[in-house]
């Protein structure tokens, strides 16, 4: 049994889906005018690895993630400027050509950090005229209202409107200073502060690279419409899960809620779940503000990605993450140690047919469990370890639960190699090993940097040093 802590119900509640064992998932993609930082990483790994407790568990996805190409723009308001038009104007480039280029890095960084493909990428200049439908039903329907800069849709004809966010807030909806909590901003001819932007027109005397005509004028459509198509276009209404990161509740998705009830008279998706933000000590991770963390500056650093993976694990994905460097260095290290018990124990493995063991097996359901009661990997992971050192259950077993828990990890547990460390530096490690014995340590320490540059680092274990490539 599933559960998941549903924002829009707020609250936890079992997972029921749609077709019994089938599963419609959509997960807000990213916006390609940069790339991606690690706090966006951070939701993608989360949405990730609830992908794969759903396969655990055998269900079967329809994951749909889309690339926003056009319409998000710098200001939650709806005024700024298009992110990949400004991006555009600041590289010299065209905007199709920003787009393209940031969505292969995205693609490219996902993959280092083994998060699973989605079924279906969907760009949103390629559903344009599917959005257009959906605001002429809209239109039809009285939700909406023309103002010099675009189509705004009128919250205040929804009876409903806010439906995702926390019911204190909603309590006080009235005198809230919105403008504050969620930024959103007045707006010159808006009828209501919550009242969003459906199509914008290009404005008088201005070519923009991405626009298009339309019943209403030439321009490009507004974010929030952009996903209620994508993800309906292939998962229907309503479907099973949608998700993003916590910054999406008030405004993004709560207006895609809401085009949604005003078109179709339905809810978009039954579960909608958000993961916290990564911060970091000076405070937001943010792209605007210029402080911000690539996979790339990790990769520079020597960081292998999926050590990133891991000191996601680290927290729960409802919680603040903090990053430090001494943090993931920490994972870096646990990671280090969990793939050398997993090759020690991969040289053990029996020949003879594995039988689990009692022990084992509960292993397995308590693993499951934490996994299932709102993807609570952190205690997963300290399992794990408790596994690894239970002198009670065979390397065998240890083996096959560390493969089977990796299913839902993602640790590339089942790739690791026994590496062949060349006798040149087996050597080194033995001279160095002696030189330690002998607390000659001014000599080791320098045999250590003469291994490092030749592209090995040694771990100093209980039972010995341990070498393995940088
Ligand atoms: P964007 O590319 O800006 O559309 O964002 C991509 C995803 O990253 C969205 O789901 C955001 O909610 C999420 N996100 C943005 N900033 C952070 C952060 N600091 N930590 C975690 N997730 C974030
Ligand atoms: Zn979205």
Redesign the pocket.
């Known amino acids: 049994m599933l559960k998941f802590f549903n924002n829009l119900t707020h609250k936890l509640q079992i997972f029921k889906p749609l077709k019994d064992k089938k599963v419609g998932l959509y997960t807000?993609g990213?916006?390609v005018y940069s790339y991606?930082?690690i706090?966006?990483l951070?939701?993608y790994i989360f949405e990730d690895v609830l992908k794969r407790v759903l396969r655990y568990n055998n269900y079967k996805v329809k994951h749909v993630m889309n690339i926003?190409d056009v319409g998000?723009l710098t200001s939650q308001a709806d005024s700024g400027e298009d992110k990949i038009e400004l991006a555009a104007k600041k590289e010299g480039q065209n905007a199709w050509q920003i787009a393209k280029f940031y969505t292969e890095a995205f693609k490219k960084d996902i993959q280092a950090l083994n998060i699973l493909e989605p079924d279906i990428w969907v760009k949103a200049t390629d559903t344009i005229k599917d959005q257009i439908k959906l605001i002429q039903i809209l239109e039809k329907k009285g939700y909406i209202y023309r103002i010099t800069d675009g189509i705004y849709f009128d919250t205040s004809k929804l009876k409903n409107y806010g439906r995702l966010w926390p019911k204190k807030l909603k309590k006080k909806i009235k005198e809230i200073d919105l403008e504050k909590y969620a930024r959103i901003e007045k707006i010159e001819g808006k009828k209501n502060l919550t009242d969003f932007a459906l199509w914008k027109f290009t404005p008088l005397g201005v070519k923009r690279q991405m626009e298009w005509d339309s019943p209403w004028g030439r321009g490009f459509p507004g974010w929030h419409t952009e996903c209620v198509v994508m993800a309906s276009k292939f998962l229907g209404i309503p479907f099973d899960i949608h998700c993003?990161?916590?910054?999406?509740i008030l405004i993004h998705h709560t207006n895609e809620i809401a085009q949604a009830e005003a078109a179709y008279g339905k809810i978009l998706a039954n579960y909608w779940l958000h993961?916290e933000?990564?911060?970091l000590d000076k405070g937001?991770?943010s792209k605007s503000e210029g402080n911000f963390i690539t996979l790339n500056d990790l990769i520079a650093k020597n960081f292998n990605p999926l050590a990133y993976r891991y000191f996601c694990f680290t927290t729960h994905y409802r919680q603040k993450l903090t990053f430090s460097w001494e943090g993931l260095a920490a994972a870096q290290a646990a990671l280090n140690r969990l793939y050398e018990k997993v090759k020690e124990f991969k040289k053990q493995v029996s020949k003879t047919q594995l039988n689990l063991g009692q022990k084992a097996k509960k292993y397995q359901k308590k693993f499951n469990y934490f996994i299932s009661e709102d993807l609570k990997i952190p205690q997963a992971l300290a399992l794990m370890w408790q596994m690894i050192k239970d002198k009670n259950i065979s390397a065998s077993e240890k083996y096959y639960l560390l493969l089977d828990f990796d299913k839902v990890l993602g640790l590339k547990l089942a790739e690791l190699k026994e590496e062949k460390i060349p006798s040149k530096i087996l050597k080194l490690v033995n001279e160095r090993e002696m030189y330690r014995q002998q607390k000659n340590y001014q000599k080791a320490d320098e045999l250590r940097e003469k291994i490092k540059n030749l592209g090995y680092l040694i771990e100093d274990t209980p039972s010995g040093p341990v070498v393995r490539k940088r």
């Open positions: 807000c990213p916006t991606a930082h706090g966006n951070r939701t926003t998000h993003g990161g916590i910054d999406h993961g933000f990564l911060i937001k991770m």
